[in-house]
């Protein structure tokens, strides 16, 4: 809407109230002779310009504890005997694995022979179902070649 054709309001402005900032006293400056003169380094940039300050210190870390030399025969004794219980522990799982392995194989060939065995009895001892062509009966058999009918 255009500024012309608003309602007059009135408005009310709100000031804000200042804050008064704590009193600050400076602390006096008092001037420190350092126990040394640093040392005036300047350095000559690649573009002509020379750079000129004081050296810092940089603190230098704690130096480290001196650990004590272990030999090397020590060394090598140590990594032969892991070396030796590895080899050791790998011949004795590859024994147990062959030893399962033999045992699952002796397995196999007792249920094959359960199962044959099995297949082999229900065969004999069936009584009905097909006769095989070299079942004969022989009292039939000698009837027959007899010629004797009944």
């Known amino acids: 809407m255009h500024p012309n054709h ?37 350095i000559v940039l690649p573009d002509g310009r020379v750079v000129t300050g004081y050296a810092i210190d940089h603190p230098q870390p704690a130096p480290l504890a001196v650990k004590p030399a272990v030999s090397r025969v020590a060394v090598n004794v140590a990594l032969g ?18 030893a ?8 196999l060939i007792v249920l094959a022979a359960v199962i044959f065995g099995g ?8 009584g ?4 095989g062509g070299t079942t004969v009966n022989i009292r039939r058999a000698v009837i027959k070649r007899n010629h004797f009918h009944s």
């Open 6 to 42: 608003s309602p007059q309001r009135s408005v009310e402005v709100h000031h804000p109230t200042p804050i008064p900032s704590p009193v600050v006293h400076p602390a006096p400056v008092v001037p420190v002779q350092p126990g040394t003169v640093p040392t005036v380094a300047s």
């Open 100 to 107: 399962a392995l033999t045992a699952f194989i002796g397995q």
């Open 128 to 131: 009905s179902g097909h006769k």
């Open 119 to 126: 297949w082999i009895a229900a065969q004999v001892l069936s």
């Open 81 to 98: 005997g892991v070396g030796f219980l590895a080899v050791c522990g790998g011949l004795l799982l590859l024994t147990s694995f062959i």
